[in-house]
């Protein structure tokens, strides 16, 4: 080798031993060398040699050389006017050996691997390694996890909590034992015969045979956002699973100082101005009104009241957003079910209360440093993702009105001027520019620099709510209207693509190296299959328009529009203005509890 040659590897040998250890500190959390030196899946076998000869800090020689453009390009830099050590020629492609730091070209590289048997160099413009012998890429998990861990700026990532497979344990029937069934015999009453039969209708309202549990609810003067997030809410499966097996009981719910009281009896000591209403305990009266049997339209005039009071600034009986309701409701039952339990818990857990069990998810925002690639990471949890509608690219209303009468043969390729939700979307995770005005301070540049920030799903919620904005207001223009724009929404939804794990999978390219949100069982894909339940639409004007539900159970649609209930053809459905779509795991998986060896 040349004299430039050796240069080169006194440089990279020349590192602040306080830098090298803070290095292996940091990622000594997620480093697991001996699983990586035993299993061949992590790399070659010429590479396994090669590590046994590096040392407990492999790779220490390049880490504080690596550099990671925005959106995970990542390189090894050593300095201006790099050359291979052999010819002197600086071509595009160059490689430094892993154990000894010599950089050579595409040409040189393989004599230097077979002079020394250092087999296995990094590609010094994408900061991945190649093996010689194999004359393939090869990967390593402590390398990969150096790169990532540059990237993202911070201490050891993922949490060693991440990297462990999830316990489950498996669903087993519950049969109640003699205790058990007298206790069932004295508290409770038989249902009639018509009710048995779970696969069996048991209403009928005129010619139509309705399913058990759907029922019109009456409208109270402008309440059809109410009854139409109400009837989604009735007919959420995990949230109906939830009240029907009695796990809010309305009567026996505790207060805040932790004595059962009843409403009754507040409201007979007088004390009912100063007890705050339970939603939750009302929403359980609902779900008991609509399964008993009754086919009458119930109304939800308590439920109203309740609401009034824990929303005092929408307690009218003008027309409400149902979007804005449905935050309202869900917030509500949060922060009663929260009082009561006096337990704390992780924010964006989900564990505290039933709604945000059901609903809640965690969001993640990364704004990357266009300049020195520094990536600054939030989390936020949210009950629902709110998407923008993709650009208008229909331009007249007799096109909009034929895409609505062909809705249930569009598709996004056949039709790219259609707005769908997969679209919407793709747009929501995109990575967007941040102007000039929104500059960040970058902690490695130590100045304020321009950013791009890309949005993902941390965690998926068990039933994730799409809210489509449809109402613009201009503060500026100081006037709001309504966008009466067509968009497609799938029945069946993989919402793989958008979750954190995949977004950073594809931003940092060929890593092994298990990224945050990963799971090491097949439960994470099949949890990312999502299938619609429940539509909600508007239509008419911004502040004078109607909200109408669309509900499948088992193989039939049902239009609820307040006291009216109707079976709809699935084309009506795929045509109507989405406003707002609920959607379920296709597949529930049971987590073990705290007591499962």
Same mark, same amino acid.
């Given at each position: 080798m040349?004299?430039?040659?050796?240069?080169?590897?006194?440089?990279?040998?020349?590192?602040?031993?306080?830098?090298?250890?803070?290095?292996?500190?940091?990622?000594?959390?997620?480093?697991?060398?001996?699983?990586?030196?035993?299993?061949?899946? +992590?790399?070659?076998? =010429?590479?396994?040699?090669?590590?046994?000869?590096?040392?407990?800090?492999?790779? $220490?020689?390049?880490?504080?050389?690596?550099?990671?453009?925005?959106?995970?390009?990542?390189?090894?830099?050593?300095?201006?006017?790099?050359?291979?050590?052999? $010819?002197?020629?600086?071509?595009?492609?160059? +490689?430094?050996?892993?154990?000894?730091?010599?950089?050579?070209?595409?040409?040189?590289?393989?004599r230097h691997a077979e002079e020394t048997s250092h087999h296995v160099g990094v590609d010094v413009g994408r900061a991945e390694l190649f093996c010689w012998v194999c004359r393939d890429q090869v990967y390593d998990r402590?390398?990969?996890?150096?790169?990532?861990?540059?990237?993202?700026?911070?201490?050891?990532?993922?949490?060693?909590?991440?990297?462990?497979?999830?316990?489950?344990?498996? +669903?087993?029937?519950?049969?109640?034992?003699?205790?058990?069934?007298?206790?069932?015999?004295?508290?409770?009453?038989?249902?009639p015969s018509s009710q048995l039969s779970g696969s069996s209708p048991s209403r009928t309202e005129g010619d139509l045979v309705l399913p058990w549990g759907l029922r019109g609810l009456s409208n109270l003067g402008n309440t059809c956002f109410m009854n139409s997030v109400l009837q989604a809410l009735l007919h959420t499966p995990p949230l109906r699973n939830y009240f029907l097996s009695d796990k809010h009981n309305r009567f026996y719910c505790e207060r805040e100082?932790?004595?059962?009281?009843?409403?009754k009896s507040d409201t007979n000591n007088g004390n009912n101005k100063n007890v705050q209403m339970c939603l939750a305990c009302d929403l359980d009266a609902i779900f008991s009104a609509v399964f008993s049997g009754d086919r009458r339209p119930y109304s939800p005039a308590k439920f109203l009241y309740s609401w009034w009071q824990h929303a005092s600034n929408l307690a009218s009986y003008e027309q409400q957003d149902a979007h804005e309701f449905l935050i309202s409701m869900l917030d509500g039952i949060h922060e009663?079910?929260?009082?009561?339990?006096?337990?704390?818990?992780?924010?964006?857990?989900?564990?505290? $209360?039933?709604?945000?069990?059901?609903f809640s998810g965690i969001l993640r925002s990364d704004v990357m440093c266009t300049s020195c690639g520094f990536t600054s990471t939030t989390y936020d949890p949210c009950?629902?993702?709110?998407?923008?509608?993709?650009?208008?690219?229909?331009?007249?209303?007799?096109s909009n009105q034929s895409i609505k009468n062909n809705a249930d043969t569009l598709n996004s390729s056949q039709n790219p001027s259609v707005s769908t939700l997969v679209g919407c979307l793709d747009r929501f995770t995109r990575p967007e520019r941040l102007g000039s005005d929104q500059k960040f301070f970058c902690q490695q540049c130590q100045v304020r620099q321009e950013s791009l920030k890309q949005m993902s799903i941390r965690k998926l919620p068990l039933v994730s709510c799409f809210h489509i904005k449809?109402?613009? =207001?201009?503060?500026?223009?100081?006037?709001?209207?309504?966008?009466?724009? +067509?968009?497609?929404f799938p029945f069946s939804l993989d919402m793989a693509p958008y979750l954190?794990?995949?977004?950073?999978?594809?931003?940092?390219g060929n890593r092994i190296f298990p990224f945050e949100g990963d799971e090491m069982d097949i439960s994470s894909e099949l949890s990312s299959q999502f299938e619609l339940f429940a539509v909600i639409t508007h239509s008419g004007k911004l502040n004078a328009g109607h909200y109408v539900t669309y509900l499948r159970l088992g193989d039939h649609w049902y239009k609820c529009d307040d006291a009216w209930i109707t079976r709809v053809n699935e084309d009506i459905v795929r045509s109507a203005q989405g406003y707002m779509m609920f959607y379920v795991q296709k597949m529930l998986y049971y987590r073990a509890s705290e007591s499962t060896s």
């Open positions: 040349s004299s430039s040659d050796h240069k080169v590897r006194v440089n990279l040998l020349k590192i602040n031993p306080q830098e090298t250890q803070l290095a292996a500190e940091s990622l000594s959390n997620f480093k697991d060398s001996e699983v990586a030196t035993q299993s061949p899946d +992590y790399c070659c076998q =010429h590479l396994l040699e090669l590590r046994s000869q590096m040392g407990p800090d492999p790779f $220490c020689n390049f880490r504080n050389f690596i550099r990671v453009r925005p959106l995970g390009r990542a390189s090894i830099r050593f300095g201006e006017g790099l050359r291979c050590g052999a $010819c002197e020629q600086s071509p595009p492609r160059l +490689y430094a050996c892993v154990l000894c730091a010599a950089v050579a070209c595409n040409e040189d590289a393989p402590d390398f990969d996890a150096a790169v990532v861990a540059v990237a993202i700026g911070v201490g050891p990532i993922p949490p060693p909590e991440n990297l462990r497979k999830r316990r489950r344990v498996d +669903y087993k029937p519950w049969t109640p034992d003699p205790k058990e069934r007298a206790l069932i015999a004295e508290k409770s009453s038989p249902l100082n932790r004595t059962i009281i009843t409403r009663k079910m929260q009082k009561d339990k006096r337990k704390p818990h992780s924010h964006g857990s989900g564990d505290c $209360c039933i709604a945000h069990r059901v009950v629902d993702i709110s998407l923008d509608l993709e650009p208008n690219n229909v331009n007249s209303a007799k449809r109402f613009e =207001h201009s503060p500026i223009r100081k006037m709001s209207r309504k966008i009466d724009r +067509y968009l497609q954190s794990s995949s977004i950073l999978r594809s931003r940092y």
